[in-house]
């Protein structure tokens, strides 16, 4: 019950939510227009349209409602050129699916390859592909659908994708100190199988791909939005991509120190017990300095392993020791390096409404 909350507060759960909602609701609009204005039979091509021209930012609706048009198009005439030399059977069937399929491929056609196919196979099913009356009203059906589908994503609270991708980023770097925290807590106790931590180290170079596409979107959602704030929250989003890659960096890091620990468990033990003690405690300081976004500690666990590198019991370490140690306490140094502007600039948000932007 306590994650409720939190979930309500979720903007990347908001945005999708209310893209639902104006997918729902340029479908319906499309048919009400379709059979109460312009009175088209049987009008199931516009809400099929408005369903997908509605994308999630302003600039990828028109771009999706342009490749709409032009496969939609081609569907109905492929349906109608098949439909006049084979009329409706099953050869008839597999060759506006065929044909349609192959149109898809066209380059600029995107992700709406199917659609082609799907618009023929539909209009020819349905007994329409021989009526020339029929076919201009599935045209016009499928216009609809497209122009409701632009204007509801342009005149609905045109989507801003930034707080969404903030959100994604703002939670990469408490995992990453969660992480460290883990490691940490398991050289102590020896409780945590070490294949666990790469395994982790895979799962957030996922969430880190996932912010970096939500941060596509983003930038994507700023070009043609009408809303007077798209302009200072794009530049406030500039700065993401660089706190992603130190993201990524850090997290490359600590995949490198989880594999040295995974193949070199046994060597741990011929440690000086005291330098080994002290890195550990170092490794967990650093999960909670992470985790805290707090660049102070951050900087005195970063002095403290320098502290570290320079004891004299490094060099004492046999010889097919400290090649280990040292990969680890670099390990730890980068991922000091990379998170500590990180820290710095949390927690990642973009300019809150004032009541001059909508």
């Known amino acids: 019950m306590t994650a409720m909350p939190s979930r309500w507060r979720d903007p990347v759960v908001w945005t999708d939510a209310a893209?639902?909602?104006?997918?729902?609701?340029?479908?319906?609009?499309?048919?009400?227009?379709?059979?109460?204005?312009?009175?088209?039979?049987?009008?199931?091509?516009a809400p099929w349209a408005a369903l997908l021209t509605v994308h999630a930012t302003v600039f990828g609706t028109l771009r999706r409602g342009v490749q709409q048009v032009g496969t939609s198009v081609l569907g109905v005439l492929i349906a109608f050129a098949v439909g006049r030399m084979l009329g409706v059977s099953a050869i008839a069937v597999g060759a506006v699916v065929l044909v349609?399929?192959?149109?898809?491929?066209?380059?600029?056609?995107?992700?709406?390859?199917?659609t082609a196919a799907a618009t023929a196979l539909v209009v020819l099913t349905a007994g329409y592909a021989n009526d020339g009356g029929m076919?201009?009203?599935?045209?016009?059906?499928?216009?609809?659908?497209i122009i409701v589908g632009l204007l509801?994503?342009?005149?609905?609270?045109?989507?801003?994708?930034?707080?969404?991708?903030?959100?994604?980023?703002?939670?990469?770097?408490?995992?990453?100190?969660?992480?460290?925290?883990?490691?940490?807590?398991?050289?102590?106790?020896?409780?945590?199988?070490?294949?666990?931590?790469?395994?982790?180290?895979?799962?957030l170079d996922e969430e880190v791909d996932v912010a970096r596409s939500d941060l596509g979107q983003a930038h994507e959602s700023g070009r043609l939005n009408p809303r007077r704030a798209a302009a200072t929250r794009m530049r406030a989003a500039e700065t993401f991509g660089?706190?992603?890659?130190?993201?990524?960096?850090?997290?490359?890091?600590?995949?490198?120190?989880?594999?040295?620990?995974?193949?070199?468990?046994?060597?741990?033990?011929?440690?000086?017990?005291?330098?080994?003690?002290?890195?550990?405690?170092?490794?967990?300081?650093?999960?909670?300095?992470?985790?805290?976004?707090?660049?102070?500690?951050i900087k005195a666990v970063?002095?403290?392993?320098?502290?570290?590198?320079?004891?004299?019991?490094?060099?004492?370490?046999?010889?097919?020791?400290?090649?280990?140690?040292?990969?680890?306490?670099?390990?730890?140094?980068?991922?000091?390096?990379?998170?500590?502007?990180?820290?710095?600039?949390q927690p990642i948000r973009v300019p809150a409404r004032t009541s001059g932007a909508h």
């Open 152 to 203: 509801v994503n342009l005149v609905v609270w045109p989507p801003l994708r930034d707080r969404a991708a903030a959100h994604r980023i703002d939670v990469i770097d408490d995992r990453i100190g969660d992480l460290l925290c883990e490691i940490a807590d398991g050289l102590r106790t020896g409780s945590t199988s070490r294949a666990e931590w790469i395994a982790r180290t895979n799962e």
């Open 19 to 45: 893209q639902l909602v104006k997918t729902a609701l340029a479908a319906v609009i499309a048919w009400l227009l379709a059979v109460h204005v312009f009175h088209v039979a049987q009008a199931f091509l």
């Open 100 to 114: 349609g399929l192959a149109a898809g491929l066209i380059r600029g056609v995107g992700d709406q390859t199917t």
């Open 242 to 297: 660089a706190i992603l890659t130190r993201l990524q960096q850090a997290i490359a890091e600590i995949r490198s120190m989880a594999l040295t620990l995974n193949l070199t468990h046994d060597a741990l033990h011929d440690w000086d017990s005291s330098i080994r003690h002290a890195w550990v405690d170092l490794l967990g300081r650093a999960g909670v300095a992470v985790r805290d976004a707090d660049t102070i500690a």
């Open 302 to 345: 970063r002095a403290d392993l320098d502290t570290i590198a320079t004891d004299p019991g490094i060099r004492d370490l046999p010889d097919d020791v400290w090649p280990i140690v040292g990969a680890l306490l670099v390990n730890l140094r980068n991922i000091l390096e990379a998170l500590d502007t990180v820290a710095d600039a």
């Open 135 to 145: 076919l201009l009203s599935r045209l016009l059906d499928t216009g609809i659908g």
